[in-house]
C-alpha cells in the first residue's frame, strides 16, 4: 500500500524528497500513526548518517476511509511517494471527470458559471481535486500505529508530540 504525504506546492515537495527524504534509508524509516480522537497524527522519521537530514515530518488529519484501510491491510509494508495536490476547475478537465460534488463534469453549466445542473445538488462551481504522485518511492517497513497513553516509549512519536502539541496546549 501507498503512503502519500500532501503537499500543494509541487517544489516544496520536490525539494523536500530531494534533500532530506532521498538520504534515508529504506530500512532507517519509520513512521507512526497516533489516535486522538476522531483525528490521527501522522509522523514519519529517520535516523539517518546525515544530521542535518534528521528530520521529522507530521500532519494531524482526520480519520478516514483511507486510513482505517490502510491500518487494517498495511501488511508490514509500504511505499512513501510524495503527492502535490491542485484544484482542477471546468476548464482544466474532460467531459466525464467528478466534480467534488459527486456529478461529472458535462453535468455542470459553462454557460451559468459552471454551475451544478443537478437539481438536488448546491454545488455552484466544479472544482476537482486532482493529485499527481512524485515518481520516486521508499519501501518503509517499520510502522506503528499508537495511542496517546502509548507514546512515551516511542522516540520518535514523543519527540514529535511534545515538541508540537503538548508544548502547545497545556
Ligand atoms: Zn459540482
Ligand atoms: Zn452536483
Request: with cysteine; glycine share 4%; hydrophobic share 35%.
Amino acid at each position: 500500500m501507498n503512503v502519500v504525504p500532501l503537499f500543494t506546492d509541487r517544489k516544496e515537495a520536490s525539494t523536500l524528497w530531494h534533500d532530506v527524504i532521498n538520504w534515508w534509508l529504506d530500512s532507517s524509516i519509520k513512521i507512526r500513526f497516533v489516535e486522538i480522537d476522531d483525528e490521527y497524527w501522522f509522523i514519519m522519521g529517520s535516523d539517518s548518517q546525515r544530521p542535518e537530514s534528521n528530520f521529522s515530518f507530521f500532519k494531524v488529519l482526520p480519520k478516514s476511509e483511507n486510513y482505517e484501510r490502510f491500518k487494517k491491510g498495511h501488511g508490514g509494508e509500504a511505499y512513501l511517494r510524495l503527492g502535490v495536490y491542485a484544484t482542477k476547475f471546468l476548464k482544466d478537465v474532460k467531459h466525464d471527470a467528478l466534480c467534488n460534488c459527486g456529478h461529472a463534469a458535462e453535468d455542470h453549466d459553462k454557460s451559468d458559471n459552471d454551475l451544478c445542473l443537478y437539481e438536488e445538488c448546491k454545488c455552484k462551481k466544479f472544482s476537482t481535486f486532482q493529485i499527481t504522485l512524485l515518481k520516486r518511492k521508499k519501501t518503509i517497513t517499520d510502522i506503528a500505529f499508537l495511542e496517546e497513553k502509548n507514546v512515551k516509549d516511542d522516540s520518535l512519536a514523543w519527540n514529535c508530540l511534545n515538541t508540537n502539541k503538548f508544548s502547545k496546549f497545556d
